[in-house]
T-cell receptor, first 112, second 114 residues
Framework: DAKTTQPPSMDCAEGRAANLPCNHS???????VYWYRQIHSQGPQYIIH???NNETNEMASLIITEDRKSSTLILPHATLRDTAVYYC?????????????FGTGTQLKVEL | GAVVSQHPSRVICKSGTSVKIECRSL??????MFWYRQFPKQSLMLMAT?????????EQGVEKDKFLINHASLTLSTLTVTSAHPEDSSFYIC??????????FGPGTRLTVL
């Protein structure tokens, strides 16, 4: 699996949009971009994933650059409960790899 | 709602004993489940891939005789930590592959070995 680079930490004011960047310059054509988050002492929670097109669901939006070398996860209105470690992972789960390799992620702290 | 459950959520045992952790897929059949381990202030590390009806595939450096995995049905995989020692104390998390391209994680099991 290709590696990703994320800032170690970010702060965001409650109610504002949180934009979490991720670089994945060595991503291959079959690899998806996945975002998970982990709140302290819990299992990771799936947020969103995409291949080429931008994606949106009830939790977040995922913006993938045209060259697919980077992406941004957007939480449109961050709340205190969004404080967590956010992991950006690239993987080809549809193929024989079947593995999610977790990096160190971004610790997002949402404050009043 | 939750799609993956784990039991127990936390367990404390004495050194030298064995501990079994269950991972259940709640609303779909899963041919593939994964087991991860997470030490304090570190990221998740994949330990093994559990395949229904066949032997698990272990990651490099993970002892298969110490971490026994049984995936006997399409909804249940178990991880047994044999002869546990304090260095095995960790947060153990399973995940389930759903569909072609998504994995969902369980809530985790906190193991403390005294």
């Amino acid at each position: 699996d290709a590696k990703t680079t994320q800032p170690p930490s970010m702060d965001c004011a409650e109610g504002r949009a949180a934009n979490l960047p991720c670089n994945h310059s060595t991503i291959s054509g079959n690899e998806y971009v996945y975002w998970y988050r982990q709140i302290h002492s819990q299992g990771p929670q799936y947020i969103i994933h995409g291949l080429k097109n931008n994606e949106t669901n009830e939790m977040a939006s995922l913006i993938i650059t045209e060259d697919r070398k980077s992406s941004t996860l957007i939480l449109p209105h961050a709340t205190l409960r969004d404080t967590a470690v956010y992991y950006c992972i690239v993987s080809d789960l549809t193929g024989g790899g079947n593995k999610l390799t977790f990096g160190t992620g971004t610790q997002l702290k949402v404050e009043l | 709602g939750a799609v993956v459950s784990q039991h127990p959520s936390r367990v404390i045992c004495k050194s030298g004993t064995s501990v079994k952790i269950e991972c259940r897929s709640l609303d779909f059949q899963a041919t593939t489940m994964f087991w991860y381990r997470q030490f304090p202030k570190q990221s998740l590390m994949l330990m093994a891939t559990s395949n229904e009806g066949s032997k698990a595939t272990y990651e490099q450096g993970v002892e298969k005789d110490k971490f026994l995995i049984n995936h006997a049905s399409l909804t249940l995989s178990t991880l047994t930590v044999t002869s546990a020692h304090p260095e095995d104390s960790s947060f153990y998390i399973c995940s389930v592959r759903r569909g072609r391209d998504t994995q969902y994680f369980g809530p985790g099991t906190r193991l403390t070995v005294l």
